[in-house]
Structure formats: structure tokens, C-alpha cells
Nanobody
């Protein structure tokens, strides 16, 4: 059974950068899983941020992070990354990675993803 584990969260200043990692217990891509990143701020609903499909090249982002966040995959390491640049306080929250079969869902709704990691806290503050 696929398992996911996030790491790399922490504290960053506005304008700074962090890189999150999502390590999988088995092969992620090569025609198997799409991996998405979600975040949840305190008191708010979980929202989709970015996704990379099983082909390893098709990506999508929510408008608020386009041009600042990049999702990528390292197949030999079974790891998906979320590089976050030019961070803003509103990027703060618990970040989760999640998996579903092959394609990213069109609107990155949490219920469309089957397997979840435990989450990693990201705090952007001066």
C-alpha cells in the first residue's frame, strides 16, 4: 500500500524560500500516480496548490502560487518536491501531499485524492 511522508517545512521570512519533499513508499510515477500538494491554514478549508501527473511533466497550479511555486519529481528517489519562492504570509499553513491514479484532478479537490501524508507546517513571518 502506498504511503507518503512530507518533510522540509519550517519558518521563512516573507520573500524567502522553502522546499517541501514528499517521499513515497513505492514507485510514484512511471504511469501510476499523480501527486498533488494541498495546504490548510488555521480555521480554513484545505485547498489544492499544485499537482504533477504520472507522466512526470504535466503540472498545474492554483493561480495564487503560479510563478512562485514549482512541483517536480525525482523518480529514482520516489520523491516529489514543492519549491516555494517569494513566500508570502498567506502561504502559511500545514502542507500535505496526496496521490490519485495517473492524472491530476481538474480542480484539485481534496476528496479526489486517495492517499495522504501526515502534513508539514510552513510558517511565513518576519
Amino acid at each position: 500500500q502506498l504511503q507518503l511522508a512530507e518533510s522540509g517545512g519550517g519558518l521563512a521570512q516573507p520573500g524567502g524560500s522553502l522546499r517541501l519533499s514528499c517521499a513515497a513508499s513505492q514507485l510514484i510515477l512511471q504511469g501510476v500516480y499523480a501527486i498533488a500538494w494541498f495546504r490548510q491554514a488555521r480555521g480554513k478549508e484545505r485547498e489544492g496548490v499544485a499537482c504533477i501527473a504520472a507522466d512526470g511533466t504535466t503540472t498545474q497550479y492554483v493561480d495564487s502560487v503560479k510563478g512562485r511555486f514549482t512541483v517536480s519529481v525525482d523518480n529514482p528517489l520516489n520523491t516529489v518536491y514543492l519549491q516555494m519562492n517569494n513566500l508570502k504570509p498567506e502561504d502559511s499553513g500545514v502542507y500535505f501531499c496526496a496521490a490519485r491514479d495517473y492524472r491530476c484532478s481538474a480542480y484539485l479537490r481534496p476528496y479526489e485524492y486517495d492517499v495522504w501524508g501526515q502534513g508539514s507546517q510552513v510558517t511565513v513571518a518576519s
